[in-house]
């Protein structure tokens, strides 16, 4: 149900923006939702990026701050990550997540590879 797209390979201190589009979600539960990204290292465990709760708090991986932004269009039922001064650090297969009460919905991933 969660579409994720915007991957690809870049150079450090290069750009990306992911999306991840809700396709048929109730927009009452997109409205209401905790949205999430993470990201999966190579060899690693998934970790938490970036959120953003349903009353519009943000909150970043300390490595992140200042660099990456995550936001929503609530008419598109999408929400992104722009990811600025990208470095090597930041590779890894992103996920984006959506929250609403038990309902749990996961995207696809989408890779992300920087170059030094």
């Known amino acids: 149900q969660l579409q994720a797209s915007g991957g690809g390979s870049v150079q450090a201190g290069g750009f990306l923006k992911l999306s991840c589009a809700a396709r048929?979600?109730?927009?009452?539960v997109f409205w209401g939702s905790r949205m999430g990204w993470y990201r999966q290292p190579p060899g690693k465990q998934?970790?938490?990026?970036?959120?953003?709760?349903?009353?519009?708090?943000?909150n970043y991986q300390d490595s992140v701050k200042g660099r990456f932004t995550i936001s929503k269009n609530n008419a598109r039922k999408s929400v992104y990550l722009q990811m600025n001064s990208l470095e090597p650090e930041d590779t890894a297969v992103y996920y984006c997540?959506?929250?609403?009460?038990?309902?749990?919905?996961w995207g696809q991933g989408t890779q992300v590879t920087v170059s030094s």
């Open positions: 998934r970790e938490l990026v970036a959120e953003l709760t349903s009353d519009g708090s943000t």
């Open positions: 048929g979600m109730i927009t009452s």
């Open positions: 997540n959506i929250v609403y009460g038990s309902q749990d919905y």
